[in-house]
């Protein structure tokens, strides 16, 4: 069932991608929505991001994780090689987790 279910997502992914590339010439998009593209995908980016920072399954995720985030954004803000960036907001969650701030 299982393997079933993958092949149909991996099926159903690229036959999505496939059509894209051979409808192209035929969509005619307006400015106005060419332009809100970049937009919405950004939001749904940011949506992502707020949601696993925020979240734990059901419930919040505490203080920890979202202040790990806050300082990592703010690292790659002043840009911050990468793995200092990881490797702060981890730490940064990490020691809150230490000290009893979930």
Known sequence: MLIAAILTLGVGTYTMRLGGVLLRDRLELSDHLQRL???????????????????????????ARPVGVVVGALLAWRRAPFVVVVLAAAGTAALLRLAGIE
Do not use: E, Q, R, Y
């Not at 749904?44 to 505490?62: E, K």
């Open 37 to 63: 593209l970049p937009m919405a995908a950004a939001s749904l980016l940011a949506a992502l991001a707020a949601t696993a920072a925020l979240m734990d399954g059901t419930s919040l995720a505490g203080v």
